[in-house]
């Protein structure tokens, strides 16, 4: 049986932080950006986790302490790149088998020393159970162009907040 390949999502936003910042806030400052409601636990959301380290886990946490798993971490290449995986099916539920995980790759560049270009692309799509419903889903309004822009958002609100000398990557 052959799959059809689904295409890949990508999206790229300029962000209003040194690339340092940008990835750190990405990665450990996850739940600060990342929407409430878009979790698939079932309890009620506290916090998404990425461990800091390549095989370390991508996970959502609820406020009973349950964990539900949302991917692993790939490549853990700070400042400059992050890749995980993605193994929510297009039923919007976790997969544990890794044959069945799309990717999703980010990279961090830096324009200038306050400005990082964010690349995401969410690729391998075929891969998923109703891989093409994924592809809907996250192409779309509410997907990854709207996440990217309220993580831009989120980093404009820290630039008003931190001393000029550190926007400047100082």
Request: aromatic residues 10%; negative net charge; glycine residues 10%.
């Amino acid at each position: 049986m052959t799959t059809a390949t689904i295409p890949a999502v990508r999206r790229t936003i300029t962000v209003a932080a040194p690339v340092e910042h940008t990835f750190r806030t990405f990665t450990e400052s996850f739940t600060t950006w990342w929407p409430a409601g878009y979790h698939i636990g079932k309890a009620e959301y506290a916090e998404a986790v990425i461990e800091p380290r390549e095989g370390g886990r991508w996970f959502e946490r609820g406020v009973d302490d349950s964990e539900c798993d949302w991917g692993r971490v790939l490549v853990w290449d700070p400042p400059g790149r992050l890749v995980l995986t993605w193994q929510i099916n297009g039923r919007w539920q976790y997969d544990p088998d890794p044959a069945r995980a799309s990717e999703i790759e980010v990279r961090f560049t830096a324009v200038d020393a306050g400005r990082t270009r964010v690349d995401l692309e969410h690729r391998l799509l075929e891969r998923l159970v109703d891989g093409a419903a994924m592809h809907e889903s996250i192409s779309a309004e509410g997907g990854w162009g709207t996440l990217l822009q309220t993580f831009a958002a989120k980093l404009a609100g820290d630039s008003a907040e931190r001393p000029a000398d550190e926007q400047a990557g100082g």
